[in-house]
């Protein structure tokens, strides 16, 4: 079974720019995850989906950051414009009612903001 | 607010003996914990859960006791390898899991 898949890796990019990730969950879980982890600390929850509805976005910072979950698969991650503390890693995760509260996370997708 | 909180940044444990690691939780909703491992450059896969209804749970080397009063759990690693060396992240949930709480990890080092 294939696992959560993210890209890209890593990504480096100018302040001010707009940059972009993408999340293929794994196949039949309909709970989608963005965290945020900075260096040093655990993964903090940026939005959740449950199908295509985004139920929990109260930590998404909304005047730079949007996300979408077209048809309930995919998700994108949006920044823009990316300022310097956005820099860290970008992980995706899913889960489903049949995996007992266990999410299953990407490799995530490391941001350099410079 | 950190909800959850892992006190601990770093242990080293010699191969073969016990790693304990521990977690905090203040919120005293949270009624489903859970482990996770992560190694450098990957995302981190889970290990071992435990629900409020019980104070213990077993997986092969790897045990989790929850002490609800002191809302307290703790991970043991009994025998210590060194493909155990990893950050372990302690999490929770306030149901059986839609919204996770990690804490900032714990660093462990087995020394061969």
């Known amino acids: 079974e294939a696992g959560v898949v993210q890209s890209p890796r890593y990504k480096i990019i100018e302040k001010k720019q707009p940059v972009a990730f993408w999340c293929n969950p794994i196949?039949?879980?309909?709970?989608l995850y963005w965290y945020l982890q900075n260096l040093g600390q655990g993964p903090e929850l940026l939005i959740r989906?449950?199908?295509?509805?985004?139920?929990?976005d109260s930590q998404l910072p909304k005047d730079r950051f949007s996300a979408e979950r077209l048809k309930g698969v995919d998700s994108t991650l949006k920044i823009q414009p990316a300022e310097l503390g956005d820099s860290a890693v970008y992980l995706c995760?899913?889960?489903?009612?049949?995996?007992?509260?266990?999410?299953?996370f990407g490799q995530g997708t490391r941001l350099t903001v410079v | 607010d950190q909800q959850v909180k892992q006190n601990s940044p770093s242990l080293s444990v010699q191969e073969g003996r016990i790693s304990i690691l521990n977690c905090d939780y203040t919120?005293?909703?949270?009624?489903?914990f859970l482990w996770y491992k992560k190694y450098p450059a990957e995302g981190p896969t889970f290990l071992i859960s435990?629900?409020?209804?019980?104070d213990k749970n077993e997986d092969g080397r790897f045990t989790v006791f929850l002490n609800k009063s002191a809302k307290h759990l703790s991970l043991h690693i009994v025998p210590s390898q060194p493909g155990d060396s990893a950050v372990y992240f302690c999490?929770?949930?306030?149901?059986?899991?839609?919204?996770?709480?990690f804490g900032t990890g714990t660093s462990l080092t087995v020394i061969p």
């Open positions: 995760a899913s889960s489903s009612s049949g995996t007992a509260g266990r999410a299953f």
């Open positions: 196949s039949g879980h309909n709970t």
């Open positions: 989906y449950e199908n295509e509805e985004a139920v929990d």
């Open positions: 919120n005293s909703m949270f009624d489903y």
């Open positions: 435990i629900s409020s209804i019980k």
């Open positions: 999490a929770a949930s306030p149901n059986t899991g839609n919204q996770f709480y």
